[in-house]
């Protein structure tokens, strides 16, 4: 640990440590000078003690020679003062560098332990908690403001899109998962057309509890969900009004702080292609009031099995960051970055093994287990846990499609109409593929009103889509929705029969529409029961 006390200037050191050595010198020969000048020995000059006496002039010479001896044994003190000093700096030195590699390796166990629980889930994008706790983590660990985490392209050039990014100081944080697919395609959009809508907010809340301040909503570009954003700060009691700021506006405005556009992409992707550490020191804000003043950037690319899988990024203080403490801390921050990269691999695999191939979308096992999670988090607490909503939908005539304009054509409306779906749900909703043409939708969170809306969004979405068959047809899509809510007691068989009833009542209501379930609803089993028999001499148009 370096001392805190003023140092001395070396001149005035130098001026300390001669200072008795010339004193005793002059003492000795003023002294000698007398003493010869008693004895009239010779034609030596008198000196400053002329007419001194034999025994006064012995004295003076005497009285130098000690101060001479004395500062021969101080300066051999100071030398020996210093050498413990520095000893003591060595020592103190090694000391932090033991506590240093203690705070290694208790980072990577708790990063390991981390790991172990991001590999127990699946979809690393869908899990915003999971990210967040990964690059608070990484914060923590590193002593950084702000953390970044790149997903890399899985095909073709390496190419790096925004996963999650956490920006956090004493008394706020902003955190934000990102999806990457979406990245993608907004940044191709950019550089071709230019026809991508500005990132604007959807479906933000605003709220205060005591003396914290809480933002959530989502960044859409048009109808593409780009993002979900959080925002949490400690409120001064002199800012009453903060909640009845506009949480699109705030939400956007926190947008515009993080540093997740193009050019953080290309830093990223450099540090991928080279695959080693890049740094770089960029000036900061405060540069302007305080020269010198410089953060330092360091872009480590995550590699598993050979393969790129995304680049981790942390901003933080230059300051300090040099010799081995610099070393050690990079190797840190290495060693975290192959954990982190293991585990977005797994994830990806995961992913693949529970999507469907067709339609990107998540499949019926996912699903249930999915859902078997919801009800068990409403559950807690005596069924006042977090609500949620299931809506089912299903695809009009999509029979007439497939006779009509082949089963190639059919896919592709499947597809579209999948990717239409993942564009207009809310951040943190999940779509599934259910069986044939009909999907699923579980939304976390979501009120009755919420989820009316979203099935509204997506029902009128899909309407104004322009769909193509296999030839180039235009083929006209719509869907039917059927909406149940959780309630506390609900089976997920109780909870899939009511939203298929929903179902039943929007297909059989005249199609393209929206049902909440009632009680009042016809039970489709029920109405099978009791219809009258079909006459085999009569032909009737199937019902999708």
């Known amino acids: 640990m370096s001392s805190t006390a003023p140092r001395t200037h070396p001149a005035v050191r130098a001026i300390e440590a001669l200072a008795p050595f010339v004193a005793g010198l002059l003492l000795l020969v003023c002294g000698i000078l007398s003493a010869a000048n008693s004895l009239r020995l010779g034609s030596l000059?008198?000196?400053?003690?002329?007419?001194?006496?034999?025994?006064?002039?012995?004295?003076?010479?005497?009285?130098?020679?000690?101060?001479?001896?004395?500062?021969?044994?101080?300066?051999?003190?100071?030398?020996?003062?210093?050498?413990?000093?520095?000893?003591?700096?060595?020592?103190?030195?090694?000391?932090?560098?033991?506590?240093?590699?203690?705070?290694?390796?208790?980072?990577?166990?708790?990063?390991?332990?981390?790991?172990?629980?991001?590999?127990?889930?699946?979809?690393?994008?869908?899990?915003?908690?999971?990210?967040?706790?990964?690059?608070?983590?990484?914060?923590?660990?590193?002593?950084?403001?702000?953390?970044?985490?790149?997903?890399?392209?899985?095909?073709?050039?390496?190419?790096?899109?925004?996963?999650?990014?956490l920006r956090s100081s004493q008394d706020e944080e902003i955190f934000a998962a990102f999806d990457p697919a979406a990245m993608e395609r907004l940044h191709e959009g950019s550089n071709g057309s230019g026809a991508v809508k500005a990132p604007k907010a959807r479906d933000a809340t605003l709220v205060s509890e005591g003396c914290k301040a809480f933002a959530e909503g989502q960044i859409v570009s048009g109808e593409t969900v780009l993002a979900r954003l959080?925002?949490?700060?400690?409120?001064?009691?002199?800012?009453?009004g903060l909640t009845r700021q506009n949480p699109s506006e705030l939400i956007e405005s926190l947008l515009l702080r993080l540093d997740y556009g193009p050019p953080a992409c290309r830093h990223a992707a450099q540090a991928l292609e080279q695959r080693r550490t890049v740094h770089e020191r960029v000036p900061t804000l405060l540069a302007r009031q305080a020269a010198g003043d410089e953060t330092l950037l360091l872009c480590v690319p995550l590699i598993a099995d050979q393969r790129p899988v995304g680049v981790l990024r942390i901003r933080r203080a230059a300051d300090g960051f040099?010799?081995?403490?610099?070393?050690?801390?990079?190797?840190?921050?290495?060693?975290?970055?192959?954990?982190?990269?293991?585990?977005?691999k797994k994830d990806q695999d995961d992913r693949k093994a529970i999507t469907d191939q067709l339609t990107g979308?998540?499949?019926?096992?996912?699903?249930?287990?999915?859902m078997?999670?919801?009800?068990?988090?409403?559950?807690?607490?005596?069924?006042?846990?977090?609500?949620?909503?299931?809506?089912?939908?299903?695809?009009?005539?999509?029979?007439?499609?497939?006779?009509?304009?082949?089963?190639?054509?059919?896919?592709?409306?499947?597809?579209?109409?999948?990717?239409?779906?993942?564009?207009?749900?809310?951040?943190?909703?999940?779509?599934?593929?259910?069986?044939?043409?009909?999907?699923?939708?579980?939304?976390?969170?979501?009120?009755?009103?919420?989820?009316?809306?979203?099935a509204e969004r997506l029902r009128a979405a899909v309407e104004k889509t322009v769909f193509l068959g296999e030839k180039g047809q235009t083929i006209p899509i719509t869907i039917s929705l059927g909406i149940a809510l959780h309630r506390h007691g609900l089976t997920a068989e109780q909870l899939i029969s009511r939203a298929d009833r929903a179902l039943y009542a929007s297909k059989h209501g005249g199609r393209n529409r929206v049902t909440p379930w009632r009680p009042d609803l016809p039970d489709p089993l029920e109405v099978k029961r009791t219809a009258p028999p079909v006459d085999p001499t009569k032909k009737h148009a199937a019902v999708a």
């Open 45 to 165: 000059p008198a000196g400053p003690m002329a007419g001194a006496t034999l025994t006064t002039a012995l004295l003076v010479a005497g009285a130098g020679l000690g101060v001479l001896f004395a500062s021969i044994e101080l300066f051999a003190q100071r030398r020996e003062t210093e050498r413990a000093i520095a000893q003591a700096h060595r020592a103190q030195a090694e000391r932090d560098l033991a506590l240093l590699q203690s705070r290694r390796l208790r980072a990577q166990a708790e990063g390991l332990a981390l790991m172990r629980e991001i590999h127990r889930s699946t979809s690393i994008p869908e899990h915003f908690d999971r990210l967040h706790r990964i690059l608070t983590l990484v914060s923590d660990t590193f002593e950084a403001r702000e953390v970044a985490l790149f997903a890399a392209s899985a095909e073709g050039p390496p190419r790096v899109h925004p996963a999650a990014y």
């Open 230 to 240: 959080t925002w949490q700060r400690t409120v001064s009691p002199h800012e009453p």
């Open 372 to 454: 078997e999670d919801l009800r068990a988090q409403a559950a807690a607490g005596g069924g006042l846990g977090k609500p949620f909503a299931l809506v089912l939908l299903d695809i009009d005539h999509f029979k007439k499609v497939n006779d009509t304009h082949g089963h190639l054509s059919g896919d592709l409306v499947l597809k579209h109409v999948a990717s239409v779906l993942r564009k207009g749900l809310r951040a943190g909703d999940q779509a599934f593929r259910y069986g044939g043409e009909e999907m699923a939708v579980l939304m976390p969170g979501a009120s009755q009103e919420a989820a009316e809306q979203t």
């Open 322 to 344: 040099d010799g081995p403490i610099a070393e050690t801390l990079e190797e840190m921050l290495i060693e975290s970055a192959k954990h982190i990269a293991l585990a977005m």
């Open 361 to 370: 979308l998540f499949i019926k096992r996912h699903f249930l287990a999915t």
